[in-house]
């Protein structure tokens, strides 16, 4: 494996030659993301550069279906964070995806990440592994409702909360505690059910036909691009451990560790959107 990393604030010789020729030898790329994208969206990542935890992991489905309380707690921090989240926009990163995607070179973006910034910035061969946070879900009926208007009902339910000052998380939600046990949780306007964010909690599976669909893409993929995810949850681990097993060539751009280190021929230690600029040069001068 060719590993690089930014020293003494020059560009390495990975970013120089090796990335752009990874990217241009290959013509169906698989790429996937993570966190480490939407960092310079204002929105946090989750580890640091060992893989470990950067702040309490967040909640379970287990706990949120079986806990009124847990319930509680997370839309509480959910009405302090969406506001921030839900207006954080595409950085270079996306845009540069983006505009590899409009070359014909992407057969798949698959993100970890739920904040739909790729499809902001352009991406359209998008599937969000772990869903979408600007959608709900009601786990009895199965009705869809936009999180926008769930926000003015939390609102509505629980006045002065959102003056609380607290500050973003990872998930759209926010670092606060408090007491949360008067905090009104509103309910399915169809059927009286449960309310969930549709987005993939931990401890929580992804959808079957989800699965397949990637997997399918991963089928006429040629090569896999990582960028700004440390791999460490087995839900997006999986898709590289098997193209590794199908003798894929995998290349990854991100801070410190990942999961799929010892799968890489080509590994990149920097920002994501210094590492992928070029990308955005060769798109301004054609």
């Known amino acids: 494996m060719s590993t690089s990393s930014v020293q ?27 966190a480490g994208c939407s960092t310079d969206s204002g929105i946090p990542d989750y580890r640091d550069s060992d893989g470990q935890w950067k ?11 079986g806990e009124q309380a847990t319930r509680q707690r997370y839309w509480a921090r959910s009405l302090l964070g969406w506001p921030r989240f839900g207006q954080a926009r ?11 995607e409009a070359d014909g070179r992407i057969e798949l973006l698959l993100t970890q990440n739920v904040d ?5 910035a352009g991406s359209h061969t998008v599937i969000d592994l772990h869903g979408r946070l600007d959608q709900v879900r009601c786990m009895g009926c199965e009705a869809r ?4 208007l769930l926000q003015q ?38 059927c009286g059910g449960v309310l969930k964010p549709d987005v993939v909690f931990f401890g929580e599976n992804v959808p079957r036909e989800r699965v397949a ?12 691009l990582v960028v700004g995810s440390s791999l460490m949850v087995y839900s997006g681990f999986r898709f590289v451990d098997a193209a590794a097993k199908a003798g894929l060539p ?20 920097m920002p994501c959107a210094q590492a992928l600029a070029f990308l955005l040069d060769g798109a301004k001068t054609q």
Request: glycine share 6%.
């Open 8 to 34: 003494a604030g020059r560009l390495s010789p990975a970013v120089i030659t090796e990335l752009p020729e990874f990217i241009a030898g290959h013509r169906r790329l698989f790429v996937v993301t993570g």
């Open 55 to 65: 702040r309490t992991p967040p909640v379970t489905y287990q706990a949120f279906m």
């Open 90 to 100: 595409p950085n270079a990163t996306h845009h540069a995806l983006a505009a590899l």
């Open 116 to 120: 739909c910034l790729h499809q902001q």
């Open 145 to 148: 409702s936009s999180r926008a």
């Open 153 to 190: 009902r939390l609102l509505d339910a629980n006045p002065g909360w959102e003056t609380l000052q607290a500050g973003i998380a990872p998930d759209g939600d926010a670092d606060l505690e408090a007491d949360f046990s008067s905090f009104n949780v509103p309910t399915c306007e169809v």
């Open 213 to 224: 669909a990637v997997h399918e893409h991963l089928q006429r993929s040629d090569a896999v």
């Open 250 to 269: 995998i290349a990854a751009v991100n801070l410190g560790r990942t999961r799929a280190d010892a799968l890489l021929s080509l590994k990149v230690q």
